[in-house]
């Protein structure tokens, strides 16, 4: 039987991509961000999973306006990197898990989660960013197996944090039905506090963002109980992506071992954070 | 913060966009003709004649006139989606961080410099 072997929280702004596109990893804005992922690399390049469930907004690049699905799947082999507007990211294409992935949606729907799925879908940086802070250098294909779960938090009504924490545990129940013996890595994408449009744009709350980061590995509950409203007021109202933590989350066993967190602010207009946890510690 | 469902347009400065279904349904058209601008022949067509390309995408008058006329603001207030509206911005050369400043009376210089000491706690 499959099982999950750590999750990952994590923005995926995409200037983290660039900058490590473009080599500016050690200039001096970037640097301290940068240094702050390293012990996380170290201890997951130790721990590699077979396939990571990626889950993610996309941002008007692999999905428009025409469906928003509230959750999605990816049930691909393969998903190209979106060109978002001036080339794609030089990075490789993203390979699936079919297998998983209709494991997963069978499995989520039996449970009363009636996901859409995505046949094709172009992958932008909500997902391959995340792909590049576990792994910065994937020469010609990156580590592990990727199943996309696709979140819609851009257009109201998102999900509620309830529900993607509910989701997330359902995913747990799947992998732990998958019958094949592989290790899985969740990875919750976005956030932390941000807001890109109105007057009140360029808005951070490292408060809000601290206890975020604590009580998603303790009280993940607390966090499931915010509304809408409140997430739009205390984290931005593009800083709701933080409901996507919440799917990684559930998807772990209750008690799970913080291995490393870094916060910055910012990067462009948003707090950066990163908290890895080890999900076998409870056995 | 204005959390309501219809975000006004106008001289009123809205702190906080909520695009809902109803912003959605009004900037349907003008955040598809964002969408189009990914690819280069369409960002070709549009600045051959950036009028005839919002025609072709239905906008209102007034939408086109906020394209046409770079008005950033009255593109957010007419329906659009900071994540469409900043495909135009970024084939304009224009950061999130230029956005930022016209949204909050800032040159794109102090808002990169609230954003490095912080961020805007106060707000």
């Known amino acids: 039987m499959s099982e999950v072997i750590w999750g990952m929280a994590t923005s995926h702004v995409p200037s983290i991509g660039a900058a490590m596109d473009r080599g500016k990893t050690q200039d001096p804005f970037w640097k301290p961000l940068f240094d702050g992922y390293q012990p996380a690399r170290e201890w997951m390049a130790q721990h590699t999973p077979d396939t990571a469930i990626v889950v993610y907004n996309d941002h008007a690049n692999g999905v428009d306006l025409d469906i928003v699905p509230t959750f999605a799947i990816g049930t691909a082999e393969r998903y ?18 079919p297998e998983l992935s209709l494991h997963l949606l069978k499995s989520l729907v039996d449970d009363g989660f009636d996901l859409t799925v995505f046949q094709e879908l172009d992958v932008d940086h909500g997902l391959t960013v995340p792909l590049s802070i576990y792994c910065p250098d994937p020469g010609d294909a990156w580590p592990c197996k ?6 819609n938090v851009i257009q109201y009504p998102q999900p509620t944090a309830a529900r993607c ?24 994408t976005g956030g932390m506090s941000h807001q890109l449009a109105g007057a009140r744009a360029g808005y951070i709350n490292p ?24 997430l739009i007021r205390q984290a931005g109202s593009e800083g ?19 291995i490393h967190e870094t916060y910055h602010v910012p990067a462009s207009n948003t707090a950066a954070a990163l908290a890895l946890f080890d999900n076998r510690v409870s056995r | 913060m204005t959390t309501d469902d219809t975000p ?23 955040n598809k003709l964002f969408m189009s601008l990914r690819d280069a022949p369409a960002r070709e067509r549009f ?9 072709e ?46 949204f909050t009376g800032m040159t794109e210089e102090e808002f990169v410099a609230a954003l490095r000491a912080g961020g805007r706690t106060d707000v």
């Open chain 2, 57 to 102: 995408f239905g906008l209102t008058a007034a939408q086109k006139q906020a394209v046409v006329e770079r008005d950033w603001q009255a593109m957010l207030d007419l329906g659009g989606s900071i994540f469409y509206v900043y495909k135009l911005a970024m084939m304009d050369g224009k950061s999130m961080q230029y956005l930022g400043g016209v």
């Open chain 1, 146 to 151: 990727v199943v996309p779960v696709l979140v």
């Open chain 1, 207 to 230: 408060t809000f963002d601290k206890m975020f980061l604590e009580a998603i590995q303790t009280d993940p509950e607390s966090l499931a109980a915010l509304t809408r409203e409140d």
């Open chain 1, 240 to 258: 709701i992506e933080l409901i996507m933590w919440l799917i990684m989350r559930g998807a772990l066993n209750p008690t799970i071992e913080r």
């Open chain 2, 47 to 55: 600045l051959a004649d950036e009028a005839a390309y919002c025609d």
């Open chain 1, 80 to 97: 190209q990197v979106a060109d978002e507007g001036f080339g794609r990211r030089p990075v490789p294409d993203v390979i699936g898990n």
């Open chain 2, 8 to 30: 006004t347009s106008g001289s009123h400065r809205t702190d906080t966009y909520v695009f809902d279904g109803q912003t959605s349904r009004r900037g349907y058209r003008m």
């Open chain 1, 165 to 188: 924490y509910a989701l997330g545990q359902a995913v747990g129940r799947a992998i732990a039905t998958f019958p094949s013996d592989e290790k899985i890595a969740v990875f919750g």
